[in-house]
Antibody
Framework: QVQLQESGPGLVKPSETLSLTCTVS????????WSWIRQPPGKGLEWVAY??????SYNPSLKSRVSISADTFKNQFSLELRSVTAADTAVYYC?????????????WGQGALVTVSS | SYELTQPPSVSVSPGQTASISCSGD??????VSWYQQKPGQSPVLVIY???KRPSGIPERFSGSNSGNAATLTISGTQAMDESDYYC?????????FGGGTKLAVL
């Protein structure tokens, strides 16, 4: 069974960088597509980015501030979001697409709440 | 950028059929997935590739997609189906979610 676990600071100051890591078990991150999705309190889901063995893709509305990377040795992938504001306060989920057909997310982490506040 | 539109809320009586729509330009030409999310929980995939159910998802969940709209149908709706539902599509390597629909089982 594939399991994903988000980790990182729960509080980030405005203008600083939000950093999160997703640790994967039960699947190699060298295979498949791995994604970040966020959900502001009381609002809907917003795709942030995904990474795969030969590339990555970013939400155009966040592209200038976002980076996604992978560490195959640790079987982890990470998210960095720069110059954060209160609007970036959200639960951040990591999730997997198995790469077949068209994009869908079959395994999700439990989510990590990140609050942007001074 | 591509957009998906869902009704904010849908209500259904227990045992009846619930239909949740998701509209987008030429959506029928793309594959649609649906997720169920209960309060305080992570989303769960209930339909992918328009009509396929992951293992463990009850048969009462089904999907369709044609023209400019996709539909998630829940037959014999149960109280446990009361949740938020999100559609999702993939367009030009970008992932798009609908705004979500709150399903009330009254």
């Amino acid at each position: 069974q594939v399991q994903l676990q988000e980790s990182g600071p729960g509080l980030v100051k405005p203008s600083e960088t939000l950093s999160l890591t997703c640790t994967v078990s039960g699947a190699s991150i060298s295979s498949y597509y791995w994604s970040w999705i966020r959900q502001p309190p009381g609002k809907g889901l917003e795709w942030v980015a995904y990474i795969y063995h030969s590339g990555s893709s970013y939400n155009p509305s966040l592209k200038s501030r976002v980076s996604i990377s992978a560490d195959t040795f640790k079987n982890q992938f990470s998210l960095e979001l720069r110059s954060v504001t209160a609007a970036d306060t959200a639960v951040y989920y990591c999730a997997r697409w198995d790469g077949t057909g068209s994009f869908y997310l079959d395994f999700w982490g439990q989510g990590a709440l990140v609050t942007v506040s001074s | 950028s591509y957009e998906l539109t869902q009704p904010p809320s849908v209500s259904v009586s227990p045992g009846q059929t619930a239909s949740i729509s998701c509209s987008g330009d030429n959506l029928g030409g793309k594959y649609v997935s649906w997720y169920q999310q209960k309060p305080g929980q992570s989303p769960v995939l209930v339909i992918y590739h328009d009509t396929k159910r992951p293992s463990g998802i009850p048969e009462r969940f089904s999907g369709s997609n044609s023209g400019n709209a996709a539909t998630l149908t829940i037959s014999g709706t149960q109280a446990m189906d009361e949740s938020d539902y999100y559609c999702q599509a993939w367009d030009s390597s970008f992932v798009v979610f609908g705004g979500g629909t709150k399903l009330a089982v009254l």
